[in-house]
């Protein structure tokens, strides 16, 4: 019998303090499971959120897994690969790509065995790993704010901060293909001009620091680029006064969205702002639109899969950990905490 190794928590607190790795025997694959070998998963914030307790979404604790307290597995996003389907089970093959059909799945593990119907089935020849690991969530995230709540339209402008996050790398790109013009603010960094580069060449219209945000003479410079053209819509991921001088570029009815709070301090509009350019400022949750907008998380990942088939989105960059199967739990422990340690420098993947 197939022995799985898992990197649970068992109380809330900083991943690299709480998570430990869980040996455990697999069950045997019922008619309607799947066996799964994991392949990819990535490090997102809100898994780190998660573990510490402070995401509003979080699996319960619980033995299932046979652990001696009540426990919960890592991580929402990954890719498996499926070594063995059930008998009653139809439209899967060994080999196939699979993704969780919801959140709160526990993808940091080596192996499971999963019902069929929680899984969506992807096209392999069409991604790379990179792109099925992390398709759920960022990707989607980006299609679904530019495409739920304000009807843009080719010409049409939109600006957004972390503008080289995941988010705002597939934004960029969605938007472009959209035919939109965006400005994308981000923070200063010695090699600016690199980072200004590499999003202009993902189709970013403009690239500003928070410094120009923030400044109100260059709200010239921005007028100059729109000529009197209304900015539509806001993406906001960091709060606080990026995010405010943010909304003052913001066009009367245009929509604020925030999805992320980066800098940790809250989201200031100005009573102005709200009252006499009547801003339509909401938060946005792909979690929660899961419910909400029924067929949304498909629907999504099939328009993403069409992008990412066509080159219009391309891999985003990221840093690969490699764990081998015949490796102990202390390394795959480690690689896990390597992995957590360097997350606030770019997106990291764990390969299995
Ligand atoms: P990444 O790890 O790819 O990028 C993080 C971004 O945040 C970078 O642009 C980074 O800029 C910026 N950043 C970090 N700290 C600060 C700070 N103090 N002030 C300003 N900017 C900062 O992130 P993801 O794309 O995976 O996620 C981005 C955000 O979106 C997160 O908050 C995440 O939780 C959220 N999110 C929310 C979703 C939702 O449904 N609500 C769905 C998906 C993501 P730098 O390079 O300068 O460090």
């Given at each position: 019998q197939l022995r799985a190794r898992a990197l649970i928590y068992t109380q809330y607190g900083e991943p690299i303090d709480v998570l430990k790795v869980h040996s455990y025997e697999l069950p045997q694959v019922g008619t309607n499971q799947l066996l799964l070998q994991h392949l990819a998963a990535p490090i997102n914030p809100s898994d780190i959120n998660q573990v510490q307790g402070v995401y509003p979404s979080k699996p319960p604790l619980t033995t299932?897994?046979?652990?001696d307290e009540p426990a919960a597995v890592g991580g929402n996003e990954g890719v498996f690969q499926v070594l063995e389907v059930g008998s009653?089970?139809?439209g899967y093959s060994k080999g196939d790509w699979v993704i969780p059909?919801?959140?709160?799945?526990?993808?940091?593990?080596?192996h499971s065995v999963a019902d069929s119907s929680k899984m969506l089935k992807l096209p392999?020849?069409?991604?790379s790993l990179n792109q099925a690991a992390t398709i759920a969530v960022n990707p989607c995230s980006a299609y679904q704010m530019l495409n739920y709540y304000e009807s843009l339209k080719p010409g049409d402008w939109f600006i957004q901060n972390a503008g080289n996050s995941q988010v705002g790398r597939a934004a960029i790109q969605i938007g472009k293909k959209m035919g939109l013009n965006s400005i994308s603010i981000v923070r200063n960094r010695d090699n600016l001009q690199e980072l200004v580069d590499e999003l202009t060449e993902l189709g970013a219209t403009h690239v500003i620091t928070e410094e120009q945000n923030e400044s109100r003479e260059f709200g010239a410079t921005i007028k100059s680029w729109t000529k009197?053209?209304?900015?539509k819509l806001g993406l906001n991921a960091v709060g606080g006064s990026n995010c405010t001088a943010l909304a003052r570029k913001l066009a009367n009815d245009a929509t604020l969205l925030t999805y992320g709070g980066m800098s940790m301090k809250p989201v200031i509009i100005p009573t102005g702002l709200l009252i006499f350019k009547n801003l339509n400022v909401k938060g946005f949750w792909v979690t929660a639109n899961i419910k909400r907008i029924p067929n949304s998380r498909q629907d999504s990942i099939n328009e993403v899969i069409k992008l990412m088939d066509t080159g219009a989105i391309v891999d985003t960059p990221n840093s690969d950990n490699f764990f081998e199967l015949k490796d102990s739990d202390e390394s795959l422990l480690k690689t896990f905490q390597t992995a957590l340690t360097n997350s606030k420098k770019g997106k990291q993947i764990v390969l299995f």
């Open positions: 299932d897994l046979g652990t009653g089970v139809e059909a919801d959140v709160n799945y526990g993808t940091w593990r080596t392999k020849e069409k991604l009197g053209s209304p900015i």
